[in-house]
């Protein structure tokens, strides 16, 4: 849905539109982050894993807080919510958590 982007090339976007997407199009898991032990709640979309950030209750609320994540260089994705929207932030060095 959105182009992989260069560190180089990320720090002149201009912060837009996240994209949003379905629950339906993702899928829920764990992940471990370098400087965390503990899980993370997570989803998975095309292959890459974006940590949950934030619940937001309204659309321009979400695309304010995506916005302000883009402008620092991140990818992110919004996901629909019953009640809301849920932005998510790419992690890159996030490794899946198994069940032990």
């Known amino acids: 849905m959105f182009d992989s982007l260069s560190s180089e090339s990320q720090a002149q976007v201009q912060p837009g539109p996240a994209p949003i997407f ?3 199009l993702v899928e829920r898991c764990h992940v471990i982050l370098p400087d965390s032990p503990k899980p993370t709640g997570a989803i998975v979309y095309e292959g890459q894993y ?3 950030v934030k619940f937001f209750a309204n659309a321009d609320g979400a695309q304010r807080g995506a916005s302000r994540l883009i402008s620092k260089g991140n990818a992110v994705i919004l996901t629909r919510a019953p009640k809301g929207l849920v932005l998510w932030v790419h992690e890159p060095e996030a490794v899946l958590a198994t069940k032990s």
């Open 22 to 24: 379905s629950q339906k």
């Open 50 to 52: 974006y940590v949950y």
